[in-house]
Every structure is written in structure tokens, then in C-alpha cells.
């Protein structure tokens, strides 16, 4: 999404530890989110909130504590792995 909107320059990849959002050393090395992290960029005519949320189990209440500040969500769930 950081891409296509032009916030990035190229994709970021998780596996080579080049994303924007997974930054803690632990992040990229592991290739999986464990601190939630938030990021605003203009998409067309709106301005997106997109907040990275951790998957794996263990950090369920690091993704509790990030929703508790939503006013509504759309979730983007992928199943790759």
C-alpha cells in the first residue's frame, strides 16, 4: 500500500527485513510484527491511518491495545504462510 501511494520508492519484503513498518531489530530478523506500529500517507483524494498489527498469538494483547483507539477498521488479512 506504501508503494502504490508513492511513500516508498520500491516494495518492501519481509523475508530481506525491508519493510517500513517492522522495524525492531527482532522484527526484521524474525520476519514477523511484534509492536504494533502506526503510519499516515495520502491515498488519491483521502488520507489512510494504516496501523501493522502483530498475527502470531503471543502478541494478542498488543493487537487489543492497538484496536482500543479505533473508531472503525477494515481488516486486510493475508494467508500466505
Do not use: C, N
Request: proline letters at 2%.
Amino acid at each position: 500500500m506504501l508503494h502504490y501511494a508513492g511513500f516508498t520508492r520500491k516494495l518492501g519484503d519481509v523475508d530481506s527485513g525491508s519493510t517500513v513498518m517492522d522495524y525492531l531489530p527482532a522484527e526484521r530478523s524474525r520476519g514477523i510484527t511484534i509492536q504494533s506500529a502506526a503510519i499516515t500517507f495520502g491515498w488519491r483524494d483521502a488520507q489512510v491511518h494504516l496501523i501493522d498489527t502483530p498475527g502470531h498469538v503471543d502478541f494478542t494483547v498488543e493487537v487489543e491495545r492497538a484496536m482500543r483507539v479505533l473508531d472503525g477498521a477494515v481488516a486486510i488479512i493475508d494467508a500466505v504462510a
